[in-house]
């Protein structure tokens, strides 16, 4: 794969992880990229961002088939997390003159990672003439880590936003347009649920502070995934306000693992009384489904019911051990309610309702607990149960139609 042109004098010049298949311990079956992109100025050459260790030698060689490396004047850093900070020195030993520079916030960062590597601060008051291309900055704490930076280049409008706008898809296409703009806005959501869900009101701020700026905006290139164009900005910028404002609907999702098959029975149950209800459902047994999948599903669900059945006097650890996921990404203004069976004793719904209600969750019913094999008649009581909690998901969207 080689160099792609990304827009006037800007270039694709990243690494293609086609074999990632966990990033921060959620799954990544798509893989990802790590994009770096070329600015060529009549008098400077950029390097924007640079690529995981293991990637530098693909980096290298792309950016070869545009200038040689030796040329590159200055390296901008917008994020110091590993993925795209960890093979900065081995790409300097390829152009040792290049000046570094990154967030106020990012230069002690960069500097420790680099063993005391000299980093010039930029800001929003700095800008770089390469030559016909000017440079700017805009730090953008928390999306994805404190130092996280924008750059921006005027002459040919376009943003490089680090993780803002990425997904994990690696592929053979650059743009968004080119692998389809409906699967590059899911891959979007997911990445945007597992990432960016705990600092959602940061990425708001920073859609808020580029819209502001009044920055032209032709390419969004961020450095995970596909490059967004044309059509496809609108579509990015409109599901990062969505999601950014908490838009939910009236929507449950329901996370269970089972024992025996008795919790999955009574998952079923409930979802078949949401639907009735008038509910839009989503059920999944963790058992079988990743949970970025999972978490990808809450961006907009009002509701989120967990099941366990009871072992060892508590939940199943494959449902603790989403709890703690579920606590991470923080989600806000959420309805949730608990089920579950046991055999001889109990205690799986009350650890799972503590837990929820510890996250910040708002518990919609009394917890459902059934003891050993459904019956017909407790399949009737779960399923008017999901009733139960339909109508205060019902409730909740009524009483909250803005859900900002
Ligand atoms: Fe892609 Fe926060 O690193």
Known sequence: MRAVPVSDGIWWVGGVDWNLRDFHG????????????????KDQVALIDTVKTAFVPELLSRIAEVVDPSEIDLIVVNHV????????????????N????????????????HDGLTVDEVGPDDVIDLGGKTLRFMPMPMVHWPDSMFTYCAESATLMPNDAFGQHMASAERFADEVGLDLAVEELGIYFANILMPVAKMVGKAVDKVVAAGWKLDVIAPSHGVIWRGEGIGRAIGAYETWCANTLKDKAVIVYATMWGSTDSLAKAIADGMVA??????????????????????LDARAIVIGSPTLHHGMLYKVAGYMQYLAGVKPVGRLGAAFGSFGWGGGATKQITERLEAIGLTMCAEPFTEKFRPTTDDLDAAQEWGGVVAKAIKDAGASAPADA
């Not at 959620?26 to 100025?41: C, D, H, M, Q, S």
């Not at 209800?277 to 978490?295: E, K, M, R, W």
Request: proline share 7%.
């Open 81 to 96: 997390e590993p993925d795209h900070n960890s093979g900065l020195r081995h790409v300097m030993a390829a152009c040792p």
């Open 26 to 41: 959620y799954e990544t079956p798509r893989g990802t990229t790590y994009n770096a992109y070329l600015v060529i100025g």
């Open 277 to 298: 209800a008038g509910i839009d459902v989503s059920l999944y047994d963790l058992s079988v489904t990743p949970i970025a999948t999972v978490t990808a599903d809450l």
């Open 98 to 113: 290049a000046r570094v520079v990154a967030s106020k916030a990012g230069v002690p960062s960069v500097a420790e990672y």
